[in-house]
C-alpha cells in the first residue's frame, strides 16, 4: 500500500464520489490523532497542533498553505498562539474524499520537518 503522504491529490469538482465509511476507517487508521467530526451533516477531518509560540504556528501555518497550493486542495487553518488547528474536507462534495486524508498525512509530515 502506498504511503498516503506520498499520493498526490487528484482534481475534484464535484463529480466524484464522497469516501464511503469504510475507505474512512481504512484511511483513518493510517493517521495519528486526527479526529473525525461532524459539522451540519458534513464529515471532515480535525487536528490540532501545539507548538511552543505564535510564531512557529504562523511558519507552520504558512507551510501547510504552500502545500495546499501545490495540491490544489485546500484546508481551514486557524491559527492562535501556541496551537494551529487544520480541518480538511472537500468543498465540492461536502464531505470527505482521499484527497483529505492524503493532505492530513502531508500535514503531519510538515510538522515533522519544521
Ligand atoms: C478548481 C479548484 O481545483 C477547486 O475549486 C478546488 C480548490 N480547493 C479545494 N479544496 C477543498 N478542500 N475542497 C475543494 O472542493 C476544493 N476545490
Known sequence: MTD???QKCVPCEGNVPAATDSEIQE???QLSDWNLIDIEGEKRLEK????????SAVTFTNAVGDEAEKQGHHPALLTEWGKVTVTWWTHAIR?????DFIM????????QSL
Open 104 to 111: 492530513a498525512a502531508k500535514t503531519d509530515e510538515i510538522k
Open 48 to 55: 490540532v497542533y501545539k507548538f511552543p509560540d505564535f510564531k
Open 27 to 29: 484511511y483513518k487508521s
Open 95 to 99: 464531505g470527505l474524499h482521499k484527497n
Open 4 to 6: 498516503l503522504k506520498q
